[in-house]
């Protein structure tokens, strides 16, 4: 393949596979719960455990890639396969997994979320300490940016004192770097294969751009005027604009690798940070890597959060799925950049650009419009593109491809092709996605429908001479944007592994999200842009509740989030054909940060309830892992999911109430189609001075004796002071062993 055209492809999505060439040899040896206090102590005794397979102290310290030790006991290595086989049989030693690759999965949207900065109408940031300068939240990306103006530290208060990271100096990157804002770098480069890190500083620095956009989406310093060119210009800032970020490089250009993700989650959780924020995704699908890294973080308070993948909207294609993260879909939200084409006879139709920059196409000037059908080398060979405005567009091959193969190749001929600008339909998915990951310096495109598609090239066939204008795009927010959607792109459930378990648990903008880049702004589309909205509202929480769990913020996201726009309509998931969307796109439904800080009643777990899951399931699967893994839908997470429902299942929840003392809810039940439910009791009632917890009994039975077949209910509880607890619910139904359904 073409190296640029790979490039590009990879760009669109957000993710840079790394290849498993050359150090496939690393493994990642597992080993509980530390046995010694002390870290120095602990990396001593794997040291030992690895001498004595190897032969020699030397032969280990040669071999170890990274040593786990502040969340769990544990390390990479490099090893042959039978080293690591033999490494398996030693006592202590609970599993060893080959290393597997890792990839990456602004403005306008805290105002979407109500959660804006300066006419500050937000409860959750009226609550929070100073915008949450007290939390630290840990980002595990591709470095970061750190003379971007967001990391701007002007104004802070010391940094908090239990605060145990440091500043590592790399290539220009050193100390002076950190600030107030930034206040830890880290990198590591243990298990990266030496040609990932060509060309790259070998520091903290971000070279790809991604981590910096994270960070600044999460807690950017407010930075006024930020657009692209104009577009969506506005005030920049995270959602937590002052909390404190730690770095962890981990992604190269390449791509990144478990055991490295595992390193920077062992460093977090020793420096002390209170969220964790990955943009990451393995590159072939669930890996079990998240397990002892994540989960030692989340018993240790830590609230871990993830994005849930750009792999939509294809089902089964959630990631990062176990149950004690959450883990982030995408929605879209209230702007849009209509860009308006004229024709020669002067009919205008819309479509979406980011097209601003008139070097190649003046937006005043008419250009001959040609049709290039799917703009492939077949299809243009009869056609003269040169200094032409090319139509792309082959609704009835729509199906067989994905719209970023085609776009990237059509893009690429035209542009080879020397033509002034592309219009490229899509299938209606309102996404401009694709667009901002190509430069606008190179060739302005416009996305249109096949409807709109239609009519341009009937003109174009009906004309002697089509002329086409395109006017300079120009950015539009507010009601009249239909929002938020779930965009195409982002992952649904159900999880492959964890088919119990209910994924993804939230969605939060992801689409043309205005961030940092390097030392200007930038549009990103992805869940990667999603995760960091989440963390951020993770981080305002924790502000402002410092002693609720991860389990608890959790339940107070989901519970609160919200399954309708602000009419009333029921949320649409895009795909094909675009639907109402339900608990696989985006789980609980679409972020309310307000509401979570009040959410009345929680579902909270203790982590032993995890490691009972884990130690079974993630470990020794000599156990019997499958009949536990069915049985998920026990853990006391704010959602149900029965994957397999025959005829009756019954799930216990527990409820504690964090609102007033004394309070009544009262449950409201939809029960997914085909099914019946009950709740006993369905009426709780809180006394002053009483339990604040209370246990309930969910009873699931089919009615219709269907085959695979999922469908979707909730249960709320809700008092008379506006507390409204919805837990989104899924159940298949199956008859017997033959295949079913999966969404
Ligand atoms: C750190 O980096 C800054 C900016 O690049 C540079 O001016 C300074 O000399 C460096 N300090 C050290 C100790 O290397
Ligand atoms: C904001 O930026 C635009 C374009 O970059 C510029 O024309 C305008 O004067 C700026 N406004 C402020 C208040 O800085
Ligand atoms: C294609 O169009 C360009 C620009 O109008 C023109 O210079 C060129 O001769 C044309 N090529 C062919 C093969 O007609
Ligand atoms: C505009 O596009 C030209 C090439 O078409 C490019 O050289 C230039 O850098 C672009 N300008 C901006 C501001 O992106
Ligand atoms: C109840 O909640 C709704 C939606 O969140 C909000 O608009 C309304 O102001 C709330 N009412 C009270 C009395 O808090």
Partial sequence: ???????????????????????????????????????????????????????????????????????????????????????????????????????????????????????????????????????????????????????????????????????QSGETFNATHCNRKIIGARFYIGAIPAESLKGEPLSARDKTGHGTHVASTIAGSPVWNASYHGLGAGVAHGGAPRARLAVYKVIWSEGGDMATVLAAIDDAIHDGVDVLSLSLGSVDGDSPFEYPGTLHAVARGITVVFAAGNEGPVTQTVQNAVPWVLTVAATTMDRSFPTVMTLGNGEKLVGQSIYRNETRLKSTDFHTLVYGEICDDETLESVNITHRIVLCSSPFKASKFTVNEVFAKAYLNLLKGGARAMIFAEYPSNRISIIENYLDGFMPYVLVDYEVAHKLASYSASSRTPGLKISRTVSTVGNGVVSPRVPAFSSRGPSIAYPALLKPDIAAPGTDILAAWFDTYEFKSGTSMSCPHVSAIVA??????????????????????????????????????????????????????????????????????????????????????????????????????????????????????????????????EAPEGVKMSVEPSMITFKKGGPRSVTFKVTITAKLRIQGWYTFGSLTWKDDCNHSVRMPIAVRTTVQDFVADVS
């Fill in 1 to 167: 393949m073409d190296l640029r055209l790979c490039t590009l492809l990879l760009v669109v999505v957000l993710l840079l596979p790394i290849s498993a060439k050359a150090s496939s040899k690393v493994y990642v040896v597992y080993m509980g719960e530390k046995k010694h206090k002390d870290p120095a102590m602990v990396t001593a005794s794997q040291h030992d455990v690895l001498a004595s397979v190897l032969g020699s102290k030397d032969e280990a310290l040669k071999s170890i890639v990274y040593s786990y030790k502040h969340g769990s006991s544990g390390f990479a290595a490099k090893l042959t396969e039978s080293q690591a086989k033999e490494l398996e049989k030693y006592p202590g030693v609970l599993s060893v997994r080959p290393n597997t690759y890792w990839k990456m999965h602004t403005t306008r949207s805290w105002d979407f979320l109500g959660l804006n900065h300066y006419q500050p109408s937000s409860k959750l940031l009226k609550k929070a300490k100073n915008n949450g300068e007290d939390i630290i939240v840990g980002v595990i990306d591709s470095g970061i940016w750190p003379e971007s103006p967001s990391f701007d530290d002007t104004g802070y208060g010391p940094v908090p004192k239990r605060w145990k990271g440091i500043c």
């Fill in 540 to 669: 305002l929480l924790k502000s402002v509740h410092p002693n609720w769990s991860p389990a608890m913020i959790k339940s107070a996201i989901v519970t609160t989030a919200s399954v309708t726009d602000r009419f009333g309509i029921p949320i649409q998931a895009e795909g094909l054909p675009r639907k109402p969307a339900d608990p696989f796109d985006f789980g609980g439904g679409h972020i309310e940060p307000d509401r979570a800080v009040d959410p009345g009643l929680v579902y909270d777990i203790d982590p032993k309830e995890y490691f009972k899951f884990f130690n079974k399931c993630t470990l020794v699967s000599k156990d019997d892992c499958t009949s536990y893994i069915e049985k998920l839908y026990h853990l006391n997470l704010p959602s149900i999911a029965v994957p397999d429902l025959r005829d009756t299942v019954t799930v216990w929840r527990t409820v504690t109430n964090i609102g007033p003392e004394k309070a009544t809810y009262h449950a409201v039940v």
